[in-house]
């Protein structure tokens, strides 16, 4: 398996445009996780799925922010629209019991 | 706040020393330990792992050392080589494996 595979690995917006981060987790996980990391605020758990179904997101910092998984190959974390202050990088996680599996991340820069 | 105080954010040893990091937590509905590693651009990779049950794990030359009572976990690296130099996260979770990440601590570890 290839592990947690997320795109773009990096993105430049511009402020007030959406972006759309994509994450495709390992076959087999039914656990899917959003991740946030910031020199400020460190490693933050965004939102957590569980069998395609969002279980708590009382992590994602407002409504500007939005996450989907349609089914249990593929997720979407969506930000619109964009400001500066969401520059960071994103991860997503995937487990099947207790250990999670990181993407590689996208680097997230909204000028 | 950080559910998971982590300390120190960094330290420097010599090839062949013990970088020792330490965590404490006051959730005890947590029951999760895990410790991560991070190389720069790299997502965050699991090290090692440790339940409330057991006061002491071994893997290759990580250890964790669990303390219940007192509510804190510490990670010891033994005889610590260059390619050690990472950062280092402990985490806590209860049973739904949502991780709470400790703020990290970047180890560098001198030829």
């Known amino acids: 398996d290839a592990g947690v595979i997320q795109s773009p690995r990096h993105e430049v917006t511009e402020m007030g445009q959406e972006v759309t981060l994509r994450c495709k987790p390992i076959s087999g996980h039914n656990s899917l996780f959003w991740y946030r990391q910031t020199m400020m605020r460190g490693l933050e758990l965004l939102i957590y799925?569980?069998?395609?179904?969002?279980?708590?997101d009382s992590g994602m910092p407002e409504d500007r922010f939005s996450a989907k998984m349609p089914n249990a190959s593929f997720s979407t974390l969506k930000i619109q629209p964009s400001e500066p202050r969401d520059s960071a990088v994103y991860f997503c996680?995937?487990?099947?019991?207790?250990?999670?599996?990181f993407g590689q991340g996208t680097r997230l820069t909204v000028v | 706040q950080q559910q998971v105080k982590q300390s120190p954010q960094s330290l420097i040893v010599q090839k062949g020393g013990i970088p020792i990091i330490n965590c404490a937590y006051e959730n005890t509905a947590f029951d999760y330990f895990p410790w991560y590693q991070q190389f720069p651009g790299k997502g965050p990779a699991l090290l090692i792992a440790?339940?409330?049950?057991?006061s002491e794990k071994k893997e290759g030359r990580f250890t964790i050392s669990f303390n219940k009572s007192a509510k804190q976990f510490s990670l010891h690296i033994m005889d610590s080589q260059p390619g050690d130099s990472a950062t280092y996260f402990c985490a806590a979770s209860t049973r739904d494996y949502k991780l709470s990440f400790g703020a990290g601590t970047t180890v560098t570890v001198r030829a």
């Open positions: 440790i339940r409330p049950d057991v």
């Open positions: 799925f569980n069998n395609n179904v969002p279980i708590d």
């Open positions: 996680a995937s487990s099947m019991v207790s250990e999670a599996f």
